[in-house]
Each structure stands twice: as C-alpha cells, then as structure tokens.
C-alpha cells in the first residue's frame, strides 16, 4: 500500500474514491462542415443549451436555499443569457451559411457578443460581458463534452484531487459530496485551506504531482491531521481508519460537553471566543458549536461568488443575515479584502511582479471610492439589526485609516440625508497584518476602536515567506521570535491605550499556540468554526498566571524550534 505525503491542512480523516477535478481545456476545431452537417450540428448546439439550461437551474435553486433569493437571481439572468434569441440566431446563423461546426460559430459568437458589451458606455452592459461568457464557456464545455468547471454537482461522495482550487470553487462545492480535498499547491493559510477548516472538511495542501499519482483512482485514505494519503488500502487499514473515526467522534462528543461552558481559565481570566466565516450560510456551523460572535467576516466571497460588484442591498442583504442570526453577539465585518491570491472574475487586476504586495486590499477600495462606499453603506445599514464592527484589512499607515474614516463619515451623512438608520457609535478597528501597522501600533492605538492580528499574513510579511508557496512552507513559522515579539507589541500598545486586541489569524487557533496566546494578554480568539470548542478545552485547562509566565519564557526564546520545543514540552 503506496503512502503519499502532504501537508495536513484540515483535520480529520476520510476514506473514498479519487475524483480528479480538472479546470476544463477546451479544443475549439475550425474545421468548416459538409452542407448535409448543418442540421447535426445545429441539433448539438440546441442540446448543449438545453443540457445548459438544466444545469444553471439545479444552481439556481441550490444558491436560492442556501444562500437566499437575492443571491440566486444571477442564475436566472444566466438562464436568460441561454435563452437569448439574438445569441442563438448568429450562431445558427454561422453553422448555417457559414458551415461553422457548432463549437466555433458558438465561440465566435460568444467573441463578438462580449466584445460589443464590454465596449458599452453603461457599466451595466459592460458587465453583462462577464455574464455572457460564463453561460457560452458552459454551453461551450456541454458541446464538448466537458464538465463545466464546478464541483457543484458531483455524482457521489468523494475526495476531490486538484492542482489547486480556487477560494469560489471551494466556496461552492457541493459539501455533503466532497469527503475531503487534495491540493498540489498551496499551504496551511490558502485560501483553500482556511475554507475547509470553516466547512469542517478535511484537507491535505502542497502534495505536488497528486493528480498523476492518484490518476489512476481506487479508493484513497485521506488523513488532514498529518497530511499523510494511503492508496488502495487493505482491509486491516480500513479497519483502523474506521477506529480513528470512531474515536475522533468520540472525542467531538467529549468537546460538545463544554458547549455552554465560558472561555474562562481556571484562576477566573475570561476571554472571547469567536469564529471566522467566510459566507452568511457558515453562521449556522458558529452557533452550533456556540461561538460568542464573528471575529472576521471574510466578505470578499461575495464579490468573488459574483459575477459583477455585488450591489449595495445584495451586501446589506448578506451583512443584515449573519449580524441578526448572530442575535446581539459582536459581527466584526472586514471590508473588501481582494487582491493577490483571490481576484474577481469580472475586474482586470493590474499585472504585477508582486501582487501580495501591490493592489490590493485597502489600497484598491480608497482607490476605487465609489466600490468602498457601496459595501460601507451596506455595512452601517446593516448595523442597525445588532452589533456590528468594521474592521479594514492591509492598513500600514494612519493617512489610510483616516482617510478610510472620512469616507464612513460621508456614508453615514448620506444615509442620514435619507432618514436611514445606521448605528451612530459603530466601531472600526484594523487588521494588523503588516509589520508596519506593528511598528506603528501605539499610535494606531490611540485612533482605532481595536485590533484584530492576522497572522496569516502577518507572519508571511515579516518572514519574507509567501503563505501559499509549498516549496518554502518549512519557512511559514508563527513561531518565530519576530512574529512573537510583534503580537506581543500590539498586544500591550493596544492595552495601553484601553483598546480591544483580538487575533483571526490561523495562530489563533493552533492548540500550541493558545496558552501563549493567553500569556500574553490577548482578549479575543477567532477561529474556524470546528476549532471553537478544542481552543475553548484548552483555555479552561490553564492557569492565566501560569500562561503569563508561559508567555515571558517563550518571548525570550530566540529560535522558532526552541520556541515549538518548549510549548510542546507544556501539558494543559
Ligand atoms: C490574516 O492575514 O491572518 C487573515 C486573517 O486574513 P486572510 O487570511 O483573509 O488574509
Ligand atoms: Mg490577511
């Protein structure tokens, strides 16, 4: 039995067969067609729209259940995309009098369609260019024979193996189906990853060549805690695979004990215990597991899952569900944080050298103001429903805050203007993920509501370490004296000032990392979902004294090694 090695990226196990998922290639021939094809080729097209259509509505309705009928309309504009007479016309047309195989007349059609929207002076027709090709590359994959690129609708239960999966198509695959997934690329903080720990799917990252080496299917072991895959197991594996299940069931009822029980130490320190989601529908997996409120909503989803910048009532939609199912707990809502890993179907990012390090993030929406003010508005809007905070991403320096700051004031004037409720004390606070906004964190401190640390890009720009590179993620350390020191700067220049530090990074939730965590002052916890009620075991497992103290051995470490073998060396 062949074992392969990647890197653990969600825990738990799964056992199923290999569904390779391949972003489809399409081979558009340009051979011209016999006269006596014309009809052939016609009868294709037709049934490629038809098998379209069908498969658009199974989406419609999905997205409508799950994430309600506002979201779901986008599919019924695709439906009338694929219904569209004047799109069927010239393509007939060019099988017809053109002797066009139904690929190319499709493709050509799809070219000069696109061309003449985006060319539009309303920003509406231009993207509806977006909506146009989505639907015709669908029909274009049906008339080849390809499955579109989703893992919407999979036959069975399996464990997807792909070179990468993007944060939209992970976002959107069919969770009941997908046992677990396999990566070649990325590491423990992409996108990917973080989703699959919100979606409590199992998940191994980094594991190069996974889609030859499982090319030829069978069932597969899965295991997200050590990342380890085992190929055609025997009997006996399958045997022990179904004990390690048992007992991690075991284990999660032993954890549902403490579901009502407070994040509080044993010597009376409390803290607060939140999650990280990345859509309204993860809001249901938070209450479930009794998390005290949202310590970062991830809302560059629903740009993503678009296929335009979503509107103003489609945010306030989203942003006004997830702050009234979280009935009155604290909602901290970052605003649009696009750019290097995660782009937008429909918005030409520039190209560059860096992208991690150039438009992105905060930096697009002061640039862009109109786009940042339609999510703010949702956002104060939606404020008045519960406990709402703004949190801004990528901040290094106080001019972006302010100037962040001024144009909230103009939202809130606006809505004002229109007699339209807003929550007049709500908070804004930053993310503190460039070691610039460290460096600058007592005077953040005295401008900011609070902080909240992200680690996962906070340790990728301090080490110089791409979070997402596989080929150095021995390198991606949180451990590092350099990042420790730096959470414990913001940490104290925030209390110094009285503010509210939290952490949404994937620090805040590594059992290890805890008590230190503890030690060190940090007021709020935010992690995945599954991770609520382990993290909450082990806070209530420690002493705060003791994690104090815990917390000044490890800062004076000088190694990441010396700093992992020394928490490790801890029991709680
Ligand atoms: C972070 O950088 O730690 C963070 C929480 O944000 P994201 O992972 O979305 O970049
Ligand atoms: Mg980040």
Not at 61 to 80: R, W
Not at 155 to 165: F, G, H, R, W
Not at 508 to 529: C, K, W
Request: negative net charge; aromatic residues 6%.
């Amino acid at each position: 039995m062949e074992i392969l090695k990647g890197i653990g990226a969600s825990s738990g196990i799964a056992l199923g067969p290999v569904y390779i998922y391949e972003k489809p290639e399409i081979y558009i021939g340009t051979e011209v067609i016999a006269p006596g094809e014309t009809e052939r080729e016609t009868e294709k097209y037709l049934g490629a729209v038809e098998k379209s259509k069908q498969q658009i509505s199974i989406i419609a309705k999905a997205t409508e259940q799950n994430m309600g009928v506002e979201s779901a309309k986008i599919f019924h504009a695709h439906l009338d995309i694929a219904e569209d007479p004047a799109i069927e016309e010239s393509v007939l047309d060019k099988i017809r009098t053109e002797h066009k195989n139904a690929m190319q007349a499709l493709w050509e059609t799809k070219e000069e369609f696109c061309a003449l929207l985006q060319d539009a002076e309303d920003e509406y027709f231009r993207d509806r260019a977006f909506d146009v090709a989505d639907v015709c590359e669908r029909i274009l994959c049906n008339l080849a024979g390809v499955v579109p690129a989703t893992l919407q609708h999979l036959p069975d239960a399996v464990i997807v193996v792909a070179e990468d999966l993007t944060p939209s198509v992970t976002a959107t695959m069919d969770r009941e189906k997908v046992l677990a997934f396999v990566t070649e690329i990325g590491g423990k903080t992409a996108h990917s990853a973080i989703m699959a720990r919100t979606l409590e799917i199992p998940a191994i990252v980094g594991l190069g060549g996974a889609r030859e080496k499982l090319a030829s299917g069978g069932m597969i072991i899965a295991d997200g805690n050590t990342g380890q895959i085992r190929l055609n197991p025997d009997p006996d594996t399958i045997a022990a695979y179904e004990k390690q299940k048992e007992v991690l069931l075991q284990e999660k009822a032993v954890l549902r004990e403490l579901l009502d029980k407070d994040p509080v130490t044993q010597d009376g320190k409390r803290v607060e215990l939140c999650a990280n989601i990345g859509s309204p529908k993860d809001v249901e997996a938070v209450l479930a597991n009794n998390g005290e409120g949202i310590g970062l909503f991830r809302t560059e989803f629903l740009y993503m899952d678009s296929s335009r910048f979503p509107t103003e009532e489609e945010q306030f939609d989203a942003y006004k569900r997830v702050v009234q199912d979280m009935a009155g707990r604290p909602v901290i809502i970052r605003t649009l944080d696009i750019g290097g890993d995660k782009t937008l179907p429909y918005f030409t990012f520039p190209s560059e050298l860096n992208p991690f390090l150039g438009y992105r993030a905060i930096r697009m929406c002061l640039d862009m103001p109109e786009i940042f003010k339609t999510q703010l508005r949702a956002l104060l809007r939606a404020s008045a429903y519960g406990k709402l905070l703004i949190m801004l991403p990528m901040i290094i320096s106080l001019e972006e805050f302010r100037a962040a700051k001024v144009i909230l004031e103009e939202c809130k004037g606006e809505l004002s203007a229109q007699d339209i409720t807003f929550d007049e004390e709500i908070a804004i606070g930053i993310m503190v993920e460039t070691p610039a906004a460290v460096l600058m964190a007592d005077e953040f401190a005295k401008e900011v509501d609070f902080f909240s640390i992200g680690t996962n890009d906070l340790t990728q720009y301090t080490l110089a370490v791409d979070r997402g590179n596989e080929t150095i993620s021995s390198l991606f350390s949180s451990y590092h004296p350099a990042v420790l020191r730096a959470i414990k700067m913001v940490i104290d220049a925030a209390h110094r000032e009285g503010k509210f530090v939290g952490m949404c990074g994937e620090f805040a939730g590594d059992e290890q990392a805890v008590p230190l965590l503890l030690g060190m002052g940090l007021d709020e916890f935010s992690v995945s979902a599954s991770s609520l009620l382990r993290v909450k075991k082990i806070i209530r497992n420690w002493d705060y004294t003791r994690a104090v103290d815990l917390a000044e051995a490890a800062l004076r470490l000088k190694t990441a090694a010396e700093v992992e073998t020394f928490l490790g060396q801890q029991t709680d």
